[in-house]
RNA sequence: GCGUCGGUGGUAGAGUGGUCAAUUACAACAGACUGUAAAUCUGUCGCCUUCGGGCUACGUAGGUUCGAAUCCUACCCGACGCA
């Protein structure tokens, strides 16, 4: 894995930039789409392929589970196993400590809503006796499989393993994503474990073999310092000089927040390096995270946003489920070129009337028109960001977009 | 024509004297979703409302009762059986 960055974006902390793997050349700043179970739900890789997607990203605790990280590497690796000839990531089951864990039978997201005062409650209230399938040991995390029960410990060493496993061309560290509502102490500690766990990754993976590919995580949630502690630490964790070959930035945010929390982090974090913004995605936030020098971002919301009926425009989000667009036999977005949109093979595309009715009918197809035409849409505004700062109009085309997408 | 059973909110279908504006499911309408426990979940779903409540409702019309979707009578409609 080799990163090079080829333009700077003026006083900030923007870039475009190359990175090879063994699968493929991935143009940076990009959108990493998530294919947790080595698929990206709905979709085929001819599909993924067509959306411009460039690299995907697998899931080490959902993978580990089933079919088994055996199964994947005998397949060949994830990527062999998925029939998707392009690069590949995994993550490291780190969120999965969140969302099975403090998160789980929560409505609660890894971004905060600053409007939910209720999580922000300066104390850490105990809710330990809560049910959780993920519960945090002294040097790992045990998970109680949501399929079936079953008891599994996972370490750093035990997710670099998997990983390795899995054979993805960048890999994770195993972290914790810690809750929006944890307090400063809490997040404290849980900082100190990523960064045991961050040394201890890697320490694992240079025994496997450590061809360059491990990402470290920064976390350290809402709190300057902590970001910043977290930033320097992981950047300078290192094994007899080796150090880790890119950077994730995790954890949660409120909204409001995100921006800065990066900044602290990209500030500090070695410049010749790529950085994943994981689990991120909203338009307005890809903008955010590229000015302030993320190349990567993975999330879930293109895929899960389509499948619920949910479809980016850019004038802003519609459901296709109202009633307005039973009879509107334009396409989701006119001009857009996805295979959803716009007419191939003699057809005219999908109308949003025929999209909406495939959604009351809760036909398949509804989520697949609809998760291509949203990852094409995130995965094309990456491209057209880049190339924004590529011709110098980077803040142009920011206030040109956002406009019509926040105010459409 | 006689007999039996049955007619409940957009639909299916509970309820068989008070706690029923009526369980539940579906449909409908609106919303949520940020390293995927998610093709999922939430809310509304008779009319009006100053959100306290008010009004009209369980085929139709009467009746019994303090009180009826629930009991009685007649009628209308449907299914089945016998003619």
Known sequence: MQFKIEKKLKDSLGRVGVLETPHGVILTPAFVAVGTKATVKSLNPDQVKEAGVQVVLGNTYHLYLQPGDEVVRDAGGIGRFMNWPGPTMTDSGGFQVFS????????????LKITDSSLLIPERFDDSDAPRLAKIGADGVSFKSHLDGSIHYITPEKSIEIQHNLGADIIFAFDECTSPAEDLKYQTEALERTHRWAERSLIEHLKLGGEQKLFGIVQGGREESLRKQSAKIIAETNVNGKYFDGFGIGGSFAKEDMSTAVKWVNEILPEGKPRHLLGIGEPEDLFMGIENGVDLFDCVLPTRLGRNG???????????????????FTPIESGCDCSTCSPRHGGAGYSRAYVAHLFHGKEMLAGTLASVHNLHFIVNLVKQIRQSILEDRFFEFKKEFLDGYLKG
């Open 310 to 328: 949910t479809v980016y425009t850019k004038n802003g989000k519609i459901i296709m489920t109202n009633k307005k667009f039973r009879d509107d």
């Open 100 to 111: 099975l864990g403090a998160a789980y039978g929560k409505d609660m997201s890894k971004v």
